[in-house]
């Protein structure tokens, strides 16, 4: 099979959703598929490896620090031109709602080559966290209009009481249905997000398929904590800080200030150690600092590191809450066996039962609860993960996802 991936997800910024695309990609090549990845980038340039960098922006960037793909125009044109026989593609698989993925879908379409979507999170509360108050609605409008000049908006949405409250996330709830409905198969990782996007409209099938976390990955690591460790079972002794590692973006949506305002007022020792770069990062410094707090930002960092960091920590933290994400912090630990701290309710449903510990939102809340784990838990916790892991491994996932190809194919 020749498959064709557009994203606006730069591969070479950590984060979840590129990661997924890269234990994608390599799983399907070992299979012995070709594919090659479409995104953003700082030169005009076809590189190594099957990834392809579509004409960008070399000076504006994304929230995320990803650089900015031009027009979906212009990067239709500039692939047609590079790739003349791009109608050999069996498959068009998008992963986003911007420029460079609205051409992948263009494309799709003009050569009549099937199309999937995987709808990773919800940008109306990208929306509704990000952007300064006065100007969401202008960007949800704006963004809202350019997606709209491309592909067309058949289902307009109107505030209401249940996940758009505002003008700027009706909008962004009507790019993101219409930009689904514009698929054959859309993806999501997990169901409730599926029951959301059902319930604003799409009419395409959806299928539930979780991100991957790669198989090498997992026996790297398992090297490293036998090694270490000589087992992979987390444990926690009486007299030791709770080690909680942050694997994630440092941003608004990921709910960092009101972690540390946690960690601040918890009253058993704890250690924090945080890894990955955001929006909140410099105003997170700036709290650790004044509040004395036993943190340290690590910054961007090659994935071996963080690794061998998590062979020693006690729990992952997903601060998270209302992004219906099925973050790489969460498939990395139950692959690696670490427990997870997490808030948002809905992801009750992809985290393993007794696998984590729960709170409510609020700062005083996560604190209460943290404050209340007891070492023994970390044990039970740690062994419940490893019981899960292999549902994690892209191995596991590809087979659903290759299913999916070949019945898009058949038809």
Request: net charge positive.
């Amino acid at each position: 099979m020749k498959i064709a991936i557009f994203t606006d997800v730069f591969l070479e910024v950590p984060g979840g959703i590129p990661s997924s695309i890269q234990a994608q990609k390599a799983s399907l090549e070992a299979m012995g598929h070709e594919v090659i990845v479409f995104c953003p980038g700082w030169e005009y340039s076809k590189t190594g490896e099957g990834v392809v960098k579509v004409p960008s922006f070399p000076k504006f960037l994304s929230p995320g620090g990803a650089p900015l793909s031009r027009g979906p125009k212009t990067v239709e044109a500039w692939v047609l031109e590079n790739f003349p026989k791009f109608a050999d593609f069996d498959i068009v698989h998008v992963h986003y709602e911007a420029s460079c993925s609205i051409a992948g879908v263009i494309l799709a379409r003009r050569f009549r080559i099937p199309l999937v979507q995987t709808m990773h999170g919800r940008e109306d509360m990208a929306i509704a966290v990000n952007v300064p108050h006065p100007f969401k609605t202008i960007v949800g409008a704006m963004l809202n209009f350019l997606h709209s000049r491309y592909i067309r908006h058949e289902i307009i949405l109107g505030r209401d009481s249940y996940l758009a409250p505002t003008i700027a996330r009706a909008k962004m709830w009507t790019l993101m249905v219409n930009h689904a409905d514009a698929a054959d198969v859309v993806l999501t990782p997990s169901k409730h997000f599926k029951d959301k996007l059902k319930r604003y409209g799409v009419k395409k099938p959806i299928e539930v398929v979780s991100n991957g976390v790669s198989d090498e990955m997992v026996k790297e690591f398992d090297k490293m904590a036998m090694k270490k460790k000589g087992t992979l079972v987390r444990s926690m002794s009486e007299k030791e800080p709770l080690k909680l590692i942050w694997n994630s973006r440092v941003s608004n949506e990921k709910r960092m200030m009101p972690f540390l305002e946690a960690i601040s007022l918890m009253k058993r020792p704890v250690e924090l150690s945080v890894y990955g770069d955001g929006n909140a990062l410099r105003k997170g410094e700036k709290f650790v600092k004044r509040h004395k707090l036993n943190v340290k930002f690590y910054g961007r960092v090659k994935h071996q590191k963080i690794l061998e960091k998590m062979v020693d920590e006690h729990m992952g933290v997903m601060a998270s809450y209302g992004f219906d994400t099925q973050g790489l912090t969460l498939l990395e630990a139950e692959a690696t066996g670490l427990p997870v701290f997490f808030v948002d309710p809905d992801m009750k449903e992809v985290v393993p039962r007794f696998g984590a510990v729960r709170s409510g939102p609020s700062p005083r809340e996560m604190a209460w609860a943290l404050d209340r784990i007891k070492p023994e838990k970390i044990e039970e916790m740690s062994t419940v993960m490893l019981e899960c892991r292999r549902e994690v491994f892209q191995s596991t996932q590809i087979k659903r996802l290759l299913e999916i190809y070949k019945g898009l194919i058949s038809k």
